[in-house]
């Protein structure tokens, strides 16, 4: 859940693809996103997770959905055969929908994301540039694309209000993201000390442990 620091509620939810192992246990897709991210199950993987996303849509009207994309899937045409399904459905469902995508799958091909999110965005969809501030070689291409929102990357907000160099890295990235007229979000917070120094610090919305932990459903 992420929840806008002003305490107005629930901005939006984020939805986490997780599979199971032989035991049962629940595997982030931190641990395997990454082994096949450019294979054909990594677009497999994220049709799936768009379709599920347009069905919470269209079954709830009251809810707004970030999910994470790979830059590939943009351009697969089974991906986009399912996105424009979805958009297609009754309900403006894209006006809900949130792409989330990492600033490394975004630096690699920004060409291809910066054409996508200009035919995208028209119809309603947002988009997410999440891990902001990981890998600085995004700045140069920041102003090129159309992101509404950028996640601070977690390295720069856990314990940021007993860390002094941290409270300086987010403080900028916060900058950066309001000249740009981006809202900023702050992922990765975990105690009520940093949710209040981040909300002071200026940050429009708050993700992390501290509000909840990801609720695993079939």
């Given at each position: 859940?992420?929840l ?27 641990l ?5 991210e ?19 849509l ?10 994470n ?5 943009i ?11 979805g958009l ?39 988009f ?36 002094s ?19 900023a ?34």
């Amino acid at each position: 859940v992420v929840l806008a620091a002003d305490h107005r509620g629930v901005a939006f939810y984020e939805g986490l693809v997780r599979v199971l192992d032989e035991s049962g246990r629940v595997i982030p897709a931190a641990l395997f996103m990454p082994l096949i991210e450019e294979t054909d199950l990594g677009r497999e993987v994220d049709c799936v997770a768009l379709r599920h996303a347009f069905a919470l849509l269209k079954e709830r009207a009251d809810l707004r959905v970030s999910i994470n994309i790979s830059a590939r899937s943009i351009a697969d045409a089974k991906w986009r055969r399912v996105l424009q399904n979805g958009l297609q459905e009754k309900g403006h469902l894209g006006d809900r929908l949130i792409f989330e995508i990492s600033e490394t799958s975004a630096m690699q091909l920004h060409e291809v994301v910066i054409r996508f999110m200009a035919e995208i965005q028209p119809q309603g969809v947002a988009f997410a540039l999440d891990g902001f501030g990981a890998g600085m070689t995004a700045f140069r291409h920041l102003k090129d694309f159309l992101f509404d929102l950028v996640k601070i990357d977690k390295s720069f907000v856990q314990g940021i209000a007993d860390d002094s160099d941290n409270q300086i890295l987010a403080e900028a990235l916060m900058m950066v993201a309001h000249q740009f007229e981006m809202f900023a979000v702050a992922d990765g917070v975990e105690t009520a000390k940093d949710a209040s120094f981040l909300t002071n610090l200026g940050a429009d919305c708050l993700q992390g442990y501290h509000f909840g932990v990801p609720k695993f459903e079939l």
